[in-house]
């Protein structure tokens, strides 16, 4: 095997001793020191928002994607068909789907399943919304929510009956409960 032997370059004395670089460090570290000066004296419009006192709610820019949710059609009805794409799409895997069967008696016993449990994990959950986009019946969505808390994990595994409450009401044609599919 051959060996490979790599030239170093020749550096200048400013360049061995770190000096421009701590220098340009420095001039970084002032700048943001001075800004910081001027957004407390009053001299320039603050940056930083003051949370809990202020909140983002009417700055939210529309493509912000909040904590997943699940809705149901303006009937009440599930939209959820327990497809379990947004399980296996969701990359931290924070979403766990146990479908059941729907009792033939029931008039909509064609869809076949829905969600027994539908549990999202919250401390997982990377907002990344490929949830959303792979629901074929648009029973998932992110919604405007930043503040998610807990006093623990339990708290923040939200179950299904979590889900829809905190999901709300979504209108439209829903291709589960359309009579000619």
Known sequence: MATIIVQRPKLAWHERWFLSTFAKGLKITLG??????????????????????????????EYYRGAPALVTDDLGRERCV?????????PPK???????????????????KRPKEFDIDMTRCI?????????????????????????SRAELVHDKKRLY???????????????LK
Request: proline share 6%; hydrophobic share 35%; with cysteine.
């Open 82 to 90: 327990s497809c379990q794409l947004c399980e296996f799409i969701c």
């Open 32 to 61: 943001h020191a001075l800004k910081t000066f001027l957004e407390i004296t009053g001299r320039k419009e603050k940056v930083t928002m003051e949370y809990p006192e202020q909140k983002w709610d009417e700055h939210l820019p």
């Open 127 to 151: 907002y990344c919304g490929m949830c959303e986009e792979v629901c074929p019946e648009q029973a998932i969505f992110l919604r405007k929510d930043y503040a998610i808390t807990g006093e």
């Open 94 to 112: 924070a979403i766990r789907i146990i479908p059941s069967e729907i009792p033939s008696n029931d008039p909509w016993a064609k869809v076949e």
């Open 165 to 179: 409450e905190i999901g709300g009401v979504r209108v439209g044609l829903v291709n589960k409960w359309n009579e």
